[in-house]
């Protein structure tokens, strides 16, 4: 693990300094300087997206046995901070939001078990990886739109889109012939369920929560709503830099960001990936190359302004349970 961060880390730092060091600084910065405080707009609004992203999550616990509102989304907010700022590989966030929820409903009088815990999440993640596909298309056809040759573009974004949902589902194939407990461990969720009774193993509980029609298309609804408040980022952002882009574009440039980065998991925190697709997806709406790389140095500071609290909050929620384990001891 240590040798793949360190190798991640080497590239993703190479490529950003190749990628910023082929333009103008100068321009990068004027750009970013003409949204001002817009920043702490930007910031707030991936709040929102948090909020709606909670909430869908809460909705696969049973009735009565789901945590409160509040938790449920600040475990949200946790699982990206940890997702986007440490070498986790996209999946450390998940494992401090089941710990979380698993801990929280506990003191709630509403004990759940970890393998159903696990569920949840493993099924939140597929939502919403499915939700990003969808959320992803009205972009493709705006790209198509804007022009009818590009087809390799389109095909392109087509197989960014769909590659992780199809990998994740594939994952979990795989776990269900194993009888769950191989998808727990490559989900970083084992020390959940790695003590339980076997006698309804993870796949069963994942199948039954799929199985709950209404209900996954509900969630997946949610996600989209989350998505779209994703991309409102990405509108904004661009208008206070006076670039004259559509929410269309904004769609197109947030979905097939999402998926690259989701791709380029082992790269730590994305270096490099994102730069990239930004400069990238934003040539293909028309956006300078100097402000693409502006709208990337803005996302950056963003994901410090919402993910340093994050763990600063995951570190508060964790301590007491550390210091009650250490005193068993």
């Not at 570190?315 to 384990?325: G, T, W």
Request: charged residues 15%; positive net charge; contains cysteine.
């Amino acid at each position: 693990m240590r040798v793949r961060v360190i190798i991640g880390a080497i590239l993703g730092v190479a490529a950003c300094v190749f990628i910023f060091t082929r333009h103008d600084w100068d321009e990068v910065w004027q750009a970013i300087t003409l949204l001002g405080w817009g920043l702490a707009v930007i910031i707030l609004w991936r709040f929102a997206s948090l909020i709606v992203a909670g909430a869908a999550w809460r909705l696969l616990f049973r009735p009565g046995f789901r945590p409160n509102f509040g938790i449920a989304v600040v475990a949200r907010w946790i699982c990206e901070s940890v997702n986007g700022l440490l070498p986790v590989a996209q999946v450390g966030g998940e494992l401090a939001r089941a710990r979380l929820l698993f801990h929280a409903l506990k003191r709630e009088g509403k004990p759940t078990s970890g393998m159903d815990a696990a569920a949840t999440v493993i099924v939140d993640m597929t939502l919403a990886l499915l939700a990003q596909v969808l959320f992803a298309l009205p972009g493709l056809w705006h790209l198509w739109q804007l022009n009818e040759t590009a087809i390799a573009r389109v095909v392109g974004g087509v197989v960014v889109s769909v590659l992780p949902l199809v990998l994740l589902v594939a994952a979990q194939h795989q776990g269900a012939i194993k009888g769950g407990t191989a998808l727990a461990a490559r989900f970083g969720l084992a020390r959940l369920v790695a003590d339980e009774n076997q006698a309804h193993p993870l796949w069963a509980r994942l199948a039954a929560l799929y199985r709950r029609t209404p209900l996954a298309a509900s969630v997946t609804l949610a996600h989209i709503v989350a998505w779209t408040l994703r991309a409102g980022e990405t509108y904004i952002a661009l208008r206070m830099m006076g670039q004259d882009i559509g929410l269309l574009d904004a769609i197109m440039i947030e979905g097939l960001l999402s998926a690259a980065r989701t791709l380029g998991f082992l790269l730590p925190a994305g270096l490099g990936v994102q730069e990239g697709a930004l400069l990238l997806l934003c040539g293909w709406a028309g956006v300078p190359g100097h402000v693409a790389l502006a709208l990337a140095l803005v996302k950056r500071a963003r994901e410090l302004g919402v993910c340093l609290p994050g763990l600063a909050a995951w570190a508060v929620l964790e301590r007491p349970k550390a210091r009650r384990h250490h005193q068993v001891r």
